[in-house]
């Protein structure tokens, strides 16, 4: 089985400052990893992913996401948010040695980017 | 090039009424995915269709569902009937062929948010 956890359900921070948002996971092997964002009133889009290699993986719009094993977590993170970073994160994980492709999201962290 | 899109974008219902959800995905995309999102809660699988076959369908909640996705090209969700619980945001998403390619990333609509009264 896989699970998912984002244990902040919304995380707000000001302009400029640097914006985290946490994500574990649990997987029977390993892991693929993802990170997509939802703005208002529009579908998921895909921000980065994981797959192999290089920890430290860099995605869309400055993010980037830091592949930690150990830890099992898999956090995104942007050095200096902007206002139009406000939005609705979800984390999500593939089995890569499970059969299917289904992936397995956390409940999503809301964030909120003040001025 | 387009994105996968769904239809409607809304829909309220009563309970014990039929929908009928569809979701264009994108093109040369094999793999399409219905998801969707209850209560504001995680976003859960419901099954995977690969061309035509279905590939995974073990989020299915019960045999009110029935997805199809003829020829391999857009997919349809029926709800009937529908209940109270069925009601959220239903996403559809699309992804290229995966064999030998890992991890590929799934590309999703805008949803259907979805009432039923």
């Known amino acids: 089985a896989q699970s998912v956890a984002q244990p902040e359900d919304q995380v707000n921070v000001a302009e400029g400052n640097p914006l985290t948002v946490k994500c574990t996971y649990s997987v029977s092997g390993n892991p693929y990893l993802f990170w997509y964002v939802q703005y208002p009133n529009r579908g998921l889009q895909f921000l980065l992913k994981?797959?192999?290699?290089?920890?430290l993986v860099k995605g869309s719009y400055g993010f980037e996401a830091e592949f930690n094993k150990s830890q099992t977590s898999f956090h995104l993170k942007k050095p200096s948010a902007l206002v139009s970073d406000s939005a609705l994160y979800f984390c999500?994980?593939?089995?890569?040695?499970?059969?299917?492709?289904?992936?397995?999201f956390g409940g999503g962290t809301r964030v909120l980017v003040k001025p | 090039e387009a994105g996968v899109t769904q239809f409607p974008s809304h829909s309220v219902i009563e309970k014990g009424q039929t929908v009928t959800l569809r979701c264009d995905p994108i093109?040369?995309?094999?793999?399409l995915y219905w998801y969707r999102r209850v209560m504001g809660k995680e976003i859960k699988f419901l099954l995977h269709f690969v061309k035509e076959s279905k590939q995974d369908e073990s989020g299915m909640p019960n045999n009110r569902f029935l997805a199809e996705r003829t020829g391999g090209t857009y997919s349809t969700l029926k709800v009937q009937p529908a209940e109270l619980e069925d009601s959220g945001v239903y996403f559809c998403a699309s992804s290229l062929r995966t064999s030998g390619v890992p991890g590929n990333e799934q590309f999703f609509g805008p949803g259907t948010r979805l009432t039923v009264l």
């Open positions: 994981y797959i192999t290699g290089d920890n």
């Open positions: 093109s040369g995309h094999d793999n």
């Open positions: 999500a994980v593939r089995d890569r040695e499970a059969a299917g492709n289904k992936l397995t």
